[in-house]
T-cell receptor
Framework: EPEVTQTPSHQVTQMGQEVILRCVPISNHLYFYWYRQILGQKVEFLVSFYNNEISEKSEIFDDQFSVERPDGSNFTLKIRSTKLEDSAMYFC????????????FGSGTRLTVV | GQSLEQPSEVTAVEGAIVQINCTYQTSGFYGLSWYQQHDGGAPTFLSYNALDGLEETGRFSSFLSRSDSYGYLLLQELQMKDSASYFCAEDRGSTLGRLYFGRGTQLTVWP
């Protein structure tokens, strides 16, 4: 049973549309993360979320992005107006910083912007 | 900026041993972890080093030398299923767990 479930597994959207990617981390962890991976490239950090607040965001995470934990369990990443370059795999992850336990990544959502 | 260097690809035969090296930036370094990723899949945690030395987990081991800003992942008794991308990832204590990933090493295991 996956510890971090993401939906949808694949989403195709038109440029300029809003998308919401969902993550359900099965645990009581406080630290959650969103990463993305453009095809064939490295995994890139987007944002970290601690105790229901953004604790850090990268330069990629601009005003078009937002994260929420609307009901205390689901964890969402919203892209307000998608661009072609937003096409990527988006992974949510949970983990405990610096504890050596590693981060558990969800199965990912493949976002294709056309 | 941040920079982790690892080879882009490595090939080996079944049963062999392979070592994937990673050099990292020293500023704020806290620990180095390794992830495996099969095509289309999620990164899967393999190992983590915060202190110098060798960590062994079954067929996989990871090594860290802080003085050399260097680590490696050692894969023994290679199997076909080990063909995947392997990423080293650095975390820095000041960044609440943000991971900086290398570009990945594509390992191909031949029969």
């Amino acid at each position: 049973e996956p510890e971090v479930t993401q939906t949808p597994s694949h989403q195709v959207t038109q440029m300029g549309q809003e998308v919401i990617l969902r993550c359900v981390p099965i645990s009581n962890h406080l630290y959650f993360y969103w990463y993305r991976q453009i095809l064939g490239q490295k995994v890139e950090f987007l944002v970290s979320f601690y105790n229901n607040e953004i604790s850090e965001k990268s330069e990629i995470f601009d005003d078009q992005f937002s994260v929420e934990r609307p009901d205390g369990s689901n964890f969402t990443l919203k892209i307000r107006s998608t661009k072609l370059e937003d096409s990527a795999m988006y992974f949510c992850a949970r983990g405990i910083p610096g504890q050596g336990y590693g981060y558990t990544f969800g199965s990912g959502t493949r976002l294709t912007v056309v | 900026g941040q920079s982790l260097e690892q080879p882009s690809e490595v090939t080996a035969v079944e049963g062999a041993i392979v070592q994937i090296n990673c050099t990292y930036q020293t500023s704020g370094f806290y620990g180095l972890s390794w992830y495996q990723q099969h095509d289309g899949g999620a990164p899967t945690f393999l190992s983590y080093n915060a202190l110098d030395g060798l960590e062994e987990t079954g067929r996989f081991s990871s090594f860290l030398s802080r003085s050399d800003s260097y680590g490696y992942l050692l894969l023994q008794e290679l199997q076909m299923k080990d063909s995947a991308s392997y990423f080293c990832a650095e975390d820095r204590g000041s960044t609440l767990g943000r991971l900086y990933f290398g570009r990945g090493t594509q390992l191909t295991v031949w029969p």
